[in-house]
């Protein structure tokens, strides 16, 4: 478990974050935690400006739109860790100290099993979000390099649809404005790969955790002596307790994340689906907004799918009762019993609002995508 979560705490720390929950100095905000939104947030002010100044351009303008929604969605997505970002240090702690005390008892591989899976999923998430900035950034130096070649004018543009109060096609500004974009795209890949990436890997510790208890209440030992039975069931109470807080408290520190993530992610598919449709010409930006728009529905696919397993294994927690030897218990446990079946009927969801992160909403937007571009084409 030592390795687990050091992706997104690299990504963290180089941003200026430390996990010292304890220290006084972390509690306040200091320019090295606040100096990357403060960033991120003047990057709206050229993407805003090239949509005012091409107001009259569908094509560009749209284009721009896509940006200008991711921008705002890593700017949501900043703001909640820096609020929050206490809750997240002690969040990955309580599961580092979990797993530890898992590998104390027998069900652990649960939890063993379900780090693998996070890592994965994490360094293919921040791979995804690395390759698509990179392509972004990749775009204008192929051209400017295959027209080199073919001795034929290029006019510069830069990876990002910006437009600066100065002069940003001709040296130096070109340079500089294109390092600065550089730059706002490597703090905006660093924060989804943290921010998105420890959620996931939460949901998948989270459902592991639910797991071992189903493992630990399937096959307990209800014959034993009273003392004995009403120890091993507080044992696993207080386990089940703390579980539904934990995924009470991950709600809480993703609610302004998962409400930004469907809403901005709504207007996303409708602004780069009709990009896609108008530029089936383009290879190059076929492939571009292709890439964009995967980028975007698998932020809000990791989402969903948490939440979705979440859901589901919460669930199971009534199945493992009544699939226990529980006819062997004494009137007590049985009693006790009956309350965690009541407590496990109530679904544990991840929500903002009124959208709820499942995979039937996720679908639902695929659909609507699906939609979008037969309406699209019809129009045409």
Known sequence: MARHF?????????????DNVDSTKNRAFSLKHISSLLFVISAQYPLISYVVYNRNDMEKVTACLSV?????LTVI??????VKRLEFWKMIRLFRKMHEQSNQSK?????????????FLGRAYCLSCGLTGLYFMLGPIVKIVGNGWRDTTYARELPMPMKFPFNDLESPGYEVCFLYTVLVTIVVVAYASAVDGLFISFAINLRAHFQTLHWKIANEEFGLSENESHARLKSIVDYHVLLLSLSKKLRSIYTPTVFGQFVITSLQVGVIIYQLVTN?????DLLLYASFFGSIMLQLFIYCYGGEIIKAESLQTDIAVRLSPWHLASPNIRRSLSLIILQSQREVLIRAGFFVASLANFVGICRTALSL????????
């Open 6 to 18: 050091q992706l997104q705490e690299n990504c963290l720390r180089a941003m200026g974050h430390s």
């Open 68 to 72: 200008v929604l991711t921008n705002m």
């Open 77 to 82: 997505k900043i703001t909640t860790f820096l």
């Open 107 to 119: 069900g652990s591989h649960y939890v063993d099993e379900a780090n693998k899976l996070a890592s």
């Open 280 to 284: 089936m010409d383009s290879v190059m």
């Open 373 to 380: 571009i037969t309406l699209i084409k019809s129009i045409e």
